[in-house]
């Protein structure tokens, strides 16, 4: 459960269904909405959601993977996502410095928004 006053930070798509339900659902808290089409990853937070969930960051039954060559699938999590933010599976929320990615169950209890 999350501490009062708590400030999220929500990684996802304006498109996304998954990612719209879940704003709606933490409407009544203070989140921070990065939208990794148009805000693109920082460095420094892209390297955090590899380190909580490895190579589990990236989408690969995305539009944008199957579009990828063998030789750009190669090159790993940290420089696909780099190069194409919307790999990363979404959405990806932080909230007081833990990471939680889907829209699950345990993320919705870990949030308190059943």
């Given at each position: 459960?999350?501490?009062?006053?708590?400030?999220l930070r929500?990684?996802?798509?304006?498109?996304?269904?998954?990612?719209?339900?879940?704003?709606?659902?933490?409407?009544?808290?203070?989140?921070?909405?990065?939208?990794?089409?148009?805000?693109?990853?920082?460095?420094?937070?892209?390297?955090?959601?590899?380190?909580?969930?490895?190579?589990?960051?990236?989408?690969?039954?995305?539009?944008?993977?199957?579009?990828?060559?063998?030789?750009?699938?190669?090159?790993?999590?940290?420089?696909?996502?780099?190069a194409h933010?919307?790999?990363?599976?979404r959405p990806?929320?932080?909230?007081?410095?833990?990471?939680?990615?889907?829209?699950?169950?345990?993320?919705?209890?870990?949030?308190?928004?059943?």
């Amino acid at each position: 459960m999350l501490k009062l006053g708590a400030k999220l930070r929500f990684f996802g798509l304006k498109s996304c269904d998954t990612c719209r339900k879940a704003l709606k659902s933490l409407a009544a808290l203070d989140v921070e909405i990065i939208d990794v089409r148009a805000d693109g990853v920082s460095d420094i937070d892209r390297k955090a959601i590899l380190a909580a969930f490895g190579d589990a960051a990236m989408n690969t039954r995305s539009t944008t993977w199957r579009g990828l060559s063998d030789e750009e699938r190669a090159k790993g999590a940290d420089a696909l996502i780099a190069a194409h933010p919307t790999l990363m599976k979404r959405p990806v929320i932080e909230a007081d410095g833990v990471w939680y990615q889907g829209w699950t169950q345990a993320t919705k209890q870990a949030l308190g928004v059943e």
